[in-house]
């Protein structure tokens, strides 16, 4: 199959800004508006400078029932862009991505470039270089390996749980993907050293939008980020954003995951958090234990037996 092609100067990685009507977890009042002027600020950089935008994911964070008012804003910002779109976790409604899902409303109308099966999409000329763009939205392979034309390079984008340095226990092993150049990430929302397994380097940007009411997320600006041919990084690219005492409430932080006992379970921790946002985010014990369980670990298929006589659900399956 040959693929489209496209003159360009790089590529403006977006990852997971998680548009919302209401404000997620502490986030306070104004979310929505904040997180748009974020889109905005994007899509122009993207415009003004030649790049194609891409979204890694998780463009909602309610996959549905997303305000029509919401929707037409997405509709009427999105248009003269059409910006491409990977799908992520929280675009899809019960681990499906969906006709009744907010991102597929926007694919209908015509707005976005739909990520939603793996595999290689674009060929781009820059003038740093020729390279072949691929895909692996969420749940999906990322390829063992690529086969291409001497000379082009291959970015790969995913949305995925991966073991960068910080996430060790995430189950997608960081390797050598031959064919592969770059592996660029979405889904982690903290920011990860860039990783070389043989020819392929592995990177997580980050998300654009703070969602943690950490000390981390306090300490770091929000950034979209540049990919181009021949690179030896992404390049940043800092977005608008307010101070974060004016998006967070003023209140002590919970504690870090890295700073809690050994003797305490962080995935338990993790269950206390989603309590605790459960009313005003309406997160889900499902999704929770999608995202957090491992399939290796001898334990998860006890706690996916639980989950189902705690819910009912005889018909679930972490397989989904």
């Given at each position: 199959m040959e693929l489209p092609r496209?003159?360009?100067?790089?590529?403006?990685?977006?990852?997971?800004?998680?548009?919302?009507?209401?404000?997620?977890?502490?986030?306070?009042?104004?979310?929505?508006?904040?997180?748009?002027?974020?889109?905005?600020?994007?899509?122009?950089?993207?415009?003004?400078?030649?790049?194609?935008?891409?979204?890694?994911?998780?463009?909602?964070?309610?996959p549905r029932e997303n305000p029509n008012t919401l929707l037409v804003r997405l509709i009427d910002l999105f248009r003269p862009h059409k910006p491409y779109t990977l799908v992520g976790n929280h675009d899809k409604y019960q681990a499906r991505f969906t006709a009744d899902t907010s991102l597929a409303v926007l694919a209908a109308a015509g707005v976005v470039r739909l990520l939603d099966e793996p595999g290689p999409f674009l060929r781009i000329d820059t003038p740093t270089g020729q390279a072949i763009l691929g895909a692996s939205p969420d749940a999906t392979p990322i390829p063992l390996s690529f086969?291409?034309?001497?000379?082009?390079e291959t970015a790969w984008f995913t949305h995925h749980n991966i073991s960068f340095p910080e996430f060790k226990d995430r189950f997608q092993h960081i390797r050598e993907i031959p064919g592969v150049t770059w592996l660029i990430n979405g889904h982690i929302h903290r920011p990860q050293p860039q990783?070389?397994?043989?020819?392929?380097?592995?990177?997580?940007?980050?998300?654009?939008?703070?969602?943690?009411?950490?000390?981390?997320?306090?300490?770091?600006?929000?950034?979209?980020?540049?990919?181009?041919?021949?690179?030896?990084?992404?390049?940043?690219?800092?977005?608008?954003?307010?101070p974060f005492n004016q998006v967070f409430p003023d209140a002590d932080f919970p504690p870090e995951e890295n700073n809690i006992p050994q003797t305490e379970s962080r995935f338990l921790l993790g269950l206390e958090r989603l309590a605790m946002r459960r009313t005003a985010e309406g997160a889900g014990l499902k999704e929770f234990l999608q995202a957090n369980l491992n399939p290796e670990n001898p334990e998860t298929s006890l706690i996916w037996e639980l989950y189902r006589e705690v819910t009912h659900a005889e018909n679930d399956h972490e397989s989904r």
């Open positions: 496209r003159t360009t100067r790089g590529v403006l990685v977006i990852p997971d800004p998680h548009v919302a009507a209401t404000p997620p977890g502490h986030r306070l009042e104004g979310y929505t508006d904040q997180v748009m002027d974020k889109l905005a600020y994007c899509l122009d950089h993207a415009a003004e400078n030649d790049l194609i935008p891409l979204f890694l994911g998780d463009l909602f964070h309610w086969d291409h034309a001497d000379g082009l990783v070389t397994a043989g020819s392929t380097t592995w990177v997580n940007p980050g998300n654009i939008t703070r969602l943690s009411f950490t000390p981390r997320s306090r300490d770091r600006i929000p950034a979209a980020t540049i990919w181009r041919p021949g690179c030896s990084g992404l390049e940043k690219v800092p977005l608008p954003c307010l």
